[in-house]
């Protein structure tokens, strides 16, 4: 691991010569207090279409509390105050905090949290609320239909069969979860976000999919009723809740707004990879209708016809809608596709009134798995033209057809 960097050492003497900064009990571990809250309205007093319509950009802690075992497990450097303030200092306003919590959780029927556990989760949380950014927790790779070694949040049983059997065992270990997460957190500012889930999916047959929308529905609907039920300020939280595997085709397809006894504080999640074979395989290395690549779909039209319809369909009918992961893996040589890519995407869903969230899991390298823009380790900008286009995109008003174009490849 690198040293830190003079900014990050700076940052932690600022930290620690301001009296609000402060806040960790005997214990080590941070106090949850609502009125440690970045927001300038009363605490919880807007509409989540409001609260999300005063961001503008935000970012992914990824493989860090959600890779297995320790936040670690995946080369990834473990988090720290400074990295956090690096974040807000960059332009963020807002951090996602993906946690899994399989490795943590005890047998059934309570399956208890270890505390230890719990308290790196709160103490991460703290992290951001001290740097004045917004934040989300979810249950993440639980659901992971892929992920064998943590899964337990299926929409299908061993046999691959849809259930009744299957769901409330699934469900009654969701509500078991949830509400240990719910009430250590109860007391939180605004600033913290609940996530039911992340993308919870079991079938790629598209003839099947469609029996499987009614529960994530039920999912989702428990996990608001839990959380309403769980005391101090989680009657009236901001809650996130995706559709069938974050997908907006299938969340236009199948998805329901649960019934919610606060008022107009239900937020949609959607992902956006499109097209896969670019913005995740790497198979192709350049993107746009103009690009060499040729591939027909998933281009400029493509982007604009989704987030058109996320706008009318949600957005417009005050909905709000945050794109909880988006991005594209560093294919060297091909940086400037890149660029545009983040670019377009970003304006074409913060002109929508889409808050964009980029997926950041701390790969450096080409291809593969290589999202990094922020270096965790000095807070180093590892790819400044990628992320200037983005927080431009993000911020500045200019539309979205006076992008330039990408230059060729090296």
Request: hydrophobic residues 40%.
């Amino acid at each position: 691991m690198k040293l830190l960097s003079t900014r990050f050492a700076t940052l932690a003497l600022m930290a620690t010569s301001i009296a609000t900064a402060s806040i960790l009990p005997a214990t080590g571990q941070p106090t949850m207090t609502p009125e440690n809250t970045p927001a300038k309205a009363a605490p919880f007093e807007r509409s989540a279409a409001e609260m999300v319509g005063s961001l503008d950009l935000a970012w992914n802690l990824g493989n860090a509390l959600d890779a297995p075992g320790d936040e670690t497990a995946w080369g990834n450097p473990r988090i720290t105050p400074q990295l956090l303030q690096t974040i807000a200092e960059l332009g963020f306003d807002l951090v996602r905090i993906p946690v899994t919590w399989s490795p943590h959780i005890g047998d059934g029927p309570d399956y208890q949290i270890d505390p230890a556990w719990m308290d790196r989760v709160e103490e991460v949380v703290g992290y951001a609320r001290d740097a004045g950014l917004y934040a989300i927790i979810n249950v993440h790779h639980d659901g992971a239909h892929n992920f064998e070694e943590v899964v337990w949040l299926k929409l299908k049983d061993e046999q691959g069969n849809v259930t009744e059997e299957n769901n409330r065992a699934v469900e009654q270990q969701f509500v078991a979860v949830w509400k240990q997460i719910a009430e250590r957190f109860a007391d939180a500012g605004e600033f913290l976000i609940f996530e039911s889930m992340n993308e919870v999916g079991s079938d790629w047959n598209e003839s099947n999919r469609p029996q499987l929308f009614p529960m994530i529905n039920r999912l989702n609907q428990t996990f608001v009723d839990l959380v309403r039920e769980s005391g101090g300020n989680n009657d009236r939280r901001y809650l996130l809740v995706p559709g069938y595997n974050t997908n907006i085709d299938h969340t236009l397809a199948g998805f329901e707004l649960p019934k919610d006894p606060a008022d107009d504080k239900l937020i949609l999640s959607v992902h956006f990879y499109d097209p896969y074979f670019y913005a995740l395989a790497a198979k192709l290395h350049t993107w746009g209708q103009d690009s060499p690549d040729g591939d027909e779909w998933g281009q400029e039209p493509h982007v604009i016809n989704q987030f058109d319809k996320l706008h009318s369909t949600y957005v417009e009918q005050g909905v709000p809608v945050i794109m909880g992961e988006y991005g594209a893996v560093y294919q060297e040589g091909f940086e400037d596709y890149r660029r545009y890519y983040i670019e377009f995407v970003t304006k074409a869903a913060s002109d929508r009134g889409i808050l964009p969230v980029y997926w950041d899991n701390g790969g450096k390298k080409s291809n593969g798995q290589g999202f990094a823009l922020i270096d965790r380790a000095t807070g180093e900008v590892l790819r400044p033209a990628v992320f200037d286009a983005m927080r431009r995109a993000a911020k500045e008003p200019y539309p979205v057809n006076q992008i330039a174009p990408p230059k060729p490849a090296d």
